[in-house]
C-alpha cells in the first residue's frame, strides 16, 4: 500500500466527522434566562419552541407578570444583538412589551374630550 492510498482511506472518515461536528454546532443550546425561568415559574409553561404570539396571548390573561418581565427586559433589550429577538428570551420581551403596553395607565388631567360639533 502507498501512503496516498492510505490518505485516500482517511478521507472519507475525516470528513464525514467534520460534518458531523458542524451539524451538531448548529443545535447549540441557548443559555439560561432568569426572564424565561421566571416566566415559566408564574405558570407559562415550557417556552423553548413557542411563538411570540402565543407567549402574548397568555400574558394578556396575566397581565402583572407581563409588566414585571417587561420592566427586566427593559435593559437588555437596549443592548442586545440583532439576531436576540429570535431567541427565547427575545420572544418572552417581546410579548411582554406588547401585553404590558395596554397596562399603562396615564395620569389624568380632568380634561375630558368630545366627538362631533356643540
Request: charged share 25%; hydrophobic share 35%; net charge positive.
Amino acid at each position: 500500500m502507498t501512503p496516498t492510498d492510505q490518505f485516500g482511506r482517511l478521507k472519507r472518515p475525516a470528513l464525514a466527522l467534520a460534518l458531523g461536528i458542524l451539524a451538531l454546532a448548529g443545535c447549540a443550546k441557548e443559555s439560561p434566562s432568569g426572564i424565561v425561568e421566571e416566566a415559566q415559574r408564574a405558570g407559562a409553561g415550557d417556552l423553548t419552541n413557542t411563538s411570540a404570539f402565543s407567549i402574548e396571548d397568555w400574558m394578556r390573561k396575566h397581565r402583572d407578570v407581563a409588566v414585571k418581565l417587561n420592566r427586566m427586559c427593559a435593559p437588555i433589550r437596549e443592548k442586545a444583538p440583532a439576531n436576540w429577538g429570535d431567541s427565547t428570551e427575545g420572544n418572552v420581551c417581546t410579548a411582554a412589551r406588547n401585553a404590558a403596553m395596554s397596562t399603562y395607565r396615564y395620569s389624568s388631567d380632568d380634561r375630558t374630550f368630545h366627538s362631533g360639533k356643540k
